[in-house]
T-cell receptor, first 109, second 115 residues
Framework: RKEVEQDPGPFNVPEGATVAFNCTYS??????FFWYRQDCRKEPKLLMS???SGNEDGRFTAQLNRASQYISLLIRDSKLSDSATYLC??????????FGPGTRLSVLP | EAGVAQSPRYKIIEKRQSVAFWCNPI?????LYWYQQILGQGPKLLIQ????????DSQLPKDRFSAERLKGVDSTLKIQPAKLEDSAVYLC?????????????FGPGTRLTVT
């Protein structure tokens, strides 16, 4: 079983739609979680950290469910520019960073 | 602020040859990471440095891969000898310190093709 799993997609959604991605992790000791965004043939960039109480940044909302060992990312009012691969990351003690395989999103006009 | 610099950007070598990649992290960033990203997969951590000490190299194939970070700044990653399955993008990242929640800043990567 992979340490961090994601549905690879692709998720094809129309502009303005709401889309949600889930990510599961196997190491129950993982402490910190992040969502990174990676555009085609570019490097990953931090989208947002995931806090235990859940957090929101504009159109993006991240949630953590420790009991079920999954994190989620919700994107509201999708824009064409949101098209990218979304990578979730779990880490322990500031090390052992494990990236998921990524979920590909295509927002269609 | 200058970002993470990597060179070369592209490299094509034959199997069994050697190759080295260079990374210059953001100034003042104590933690440096090397990742391998195979097409269609997420980045896989190879090695993590805190200043010039190794924090985590559990997934580094030590029979062929080596890395060093002299003086706690620049770093080099070497593969010797290369195999076909080493074809990937090698990403270097840095963060201010080894603290949970610290953002990692990635360089543009080196795309390696082994023929």
């Amino acid at each position: 079983r992979k340490e961090v799993e994601q549905d690879p997609g692709p998720f094809n959604v129309p502009e303005g739609a709401t889309v949600a991605f889930n990510c599961t992790y196997s190491n129950s000791a993982s402490q910190s979680f992040f969502w990174y965004r990676q555009d085609c043939r570019k490097e990953p960039k931090l989208l947002m950290s995931v806090y235990s109480s859940g957090n929101e940044d504009g159109r993006f909302t991240a949630q953590l469910n420790r009991a079920s060992q999954y994190i989620s990312l919700l994107i509201r009012d999708s824009k064409l520019s949101d098209s990218a691969t979304y990578l979730c990351v779990a880490t322990l003690n500031g090390q052992n960073f494990v990236f998921g395989p990524g979920t590909r999103l295509s927002v269609l006009p | 602020e200058a970002g993470v610099a990597q060179s070369p950007r592209y490299k094509i070598i034959e199997k069994r040859q050697s190759v080295a990649f260079w990374c210059n992290p953001i100034s003042g960033h104590a933690t440096l990471y090397w990742y391998q990203q195979i097409l269609g997969q997420g980045p896989k951590l190879l090695i993590q440095f805190q200043n010039n000490g190794v924090v985590d190299d559990s997934q580094l194939p030590k029979d062929r891969f080596s890395a060093e970070r002299l003086k706690g700044v620049d770093s080099t990653l070497k593969i010797q000898p290369a195999k076909l399955e080493d074809s990937a993008v090698y990403l270097c990242a840095s963060s201010l310190e080894r603290v949970a929640g610290r953002e990692q800043y990635f360089g543009p990567g080196t795309r390696l093709t082994v023929t």
